[in-house]
């Protein structure tokens, strides 16, 4: 099984404090994503990349940074967390970049005070 | 407007009973579509996907596709608690990418014992 782990699982962050969400995976996949969930949006796409070193915008970037160091580790940063970044993030990784299985972490629990 | 919509919001059913959920698409490119199960405190897993009309059955899970109406649907039959969880939809362009893929808002599945 594709193994996506997360740090923390949940975070309590200051308005206008810097936050960064860890995610290594252990898939051998090329592809990694971070994905936020709020009660009534579903998931949406923030960031993604597919080889380490660069990094994609997704459909909701702005606020955020990606970090992509390595093959195994994806990183999403909040320079200057705001309350309206209060959300579930996910990390996952997928093989290719062609639809085919999302492998997700277990998520981070941001709640920005 | 949403491009992928999911009804009913919230379920419930008698365990060993049959649920379905249903998930339309208002984007007519969308024609590849995926279910994900999402359990309280994981990440999503996916479940199934399908790509050509007609019926995918794995195990107690069967998706119907019909590509006229855009619309995808998965029932469970013989339904366990352990099936309690959020079902997302989520659809795509053949030949797409994971970064486009979008997800719909979810169905909230609650088996009751």
């Known amino acids: 099984e594709a193994a996506v782990t997360q740090s923390p699982r949940s975070k309590v962050a200051v308005t206008g404090g810097k936050v960064t969400l860890s995610c290594h995976q252990t898939?051998?996949?090329?592809?990694m994503y971070w994905y936020r969930q709020d009660t009534g949006h579903g998931l949406r796409l923030i960031h993604y990349?597919?080889?380490?070193?660069?990094?994609e915008k997704g459909d909701i970037p702005d606020g955020y940074k990606a970090s992509r160091p390595s093959q195994e580790n994806f990183s999403l940063i909040l320079e200057l967390a705001s309350l309206s970044q209060t959300a579930v993030y996910f990390c996952?990784?997928?093989?290719?970049?062609?639809?085919?299985?999302?492998?997700f972490g277990a998520g981070t629990r941001l709640s920005v005070l | 407007q949403q491009k992928v919509q999911q009804s009913p919001e919230s379920l419930s059913v008698p365990e060993g009973g049959m649920a379905s959920l249903n998930c339309t698409s208002s984007?007519?490119?969308?024609?590849y579509f995926w279910w994900y199960r999402q359990h309280s405190g994981e990440g999503p897993k996916a479940l199934m996907s399908i790509f050509s009309d007609g019926d995918k059955k794995e195990g107690r899970f069967t998706a119907h596709l019909n590509k006229a109406s855009l619309h995808v649907s998965l029932h469970i039959r013989d339904s366990q608690p352990s099936d309690s969880a959020l079902y997302f939809c989520a659809a795509s362009e053949p030949g797409g990418s994971n970064a486009k893929l979008t997800f719909g808002k979810g169905t909230k599945l609650s088996v009751k014992s």
């Open positions: 990349s597919y080889v380490a070193d660069s990094t």
């Open positions: 984007d007519r490119n969308f024609q």
């Open positions: 898939n051998n996949h090329d592809y």
């Open positions: 996952a990784s997928s093989d290719t970049g062609a639809v085919n299985t999302l492998y």
